[in-house]
């Protein structure tokens, strides 16, 4: 199993130490020719969402990976990565490749509550810890999208067919079983 990890900008680094535990074989995206190699799965890291959005286009990367993702590419999206996939941002007029099927608000939590640590429940897999950094929320998740898990009643992470988003970084915490889930997933 071969996972791409987008790596222009963000944080990149930790999801490749997890699937790497995990024994998947990763490779990072960071320029158009690392699109011609074969890969199963994709992961798109937290970081600046607009940064991202921005040197995907400047790197002429975007509809590459966004035809990959219709098409029905396993993807796994954390913060920024979710923003990248929402199909509607409730506070910035950018959409990038709305994929996925959620309205998401930017920097949801303001200010003081800029970076959390909470544990909650996630569907299938039991109380997992959760890092909010900067994080965004999903304020609908529409038809044909499952919630998996919510923290003080908002959405925080969802899935739509090969597509999961979430608000926190899964890859800061030394729990890996929501990687393994998208591991699975790719296998599948
Ligand atoms: N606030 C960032 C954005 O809007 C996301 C933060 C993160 O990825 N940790 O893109």
Known sequence: MKIAVLAVQG????????????????????????????????????GESTVQGKLLRELDMFDALKERIESGMPVLGTCAGLILLADQLTNDGHVYFGTLPVSVRRNAYGRQLGSFRTVQEFAGIGEVPMT???????????????????????????????????????????????????LKTVEA
């Open 11 to 46: 944080a990149f680094i930790e999801h490749e130490k997890k699937l790497e535990a995990l024994g998947a074989e990763c490779f990072e995206l960071r320029q158009k020719k690392d699109l011609d190699t074969e890969f199963d799965g994709l992961v798109l890291p937290g």
């Open 132 to 182: 909010f950094i900067r994080a965004p929320y999903i304020e609908e998740a529409k038809a044909g999208t499952q919630v998996l898990a919510e923290v003080d009643g908002h959405i925080v992470a969802v899935r739509s067919k090969n597509q999961f988003g979430m608000s926190f970084h899964p890859e800061l915490d030394a729990d890996n079983r929501i990687h393994e889930l998208f």
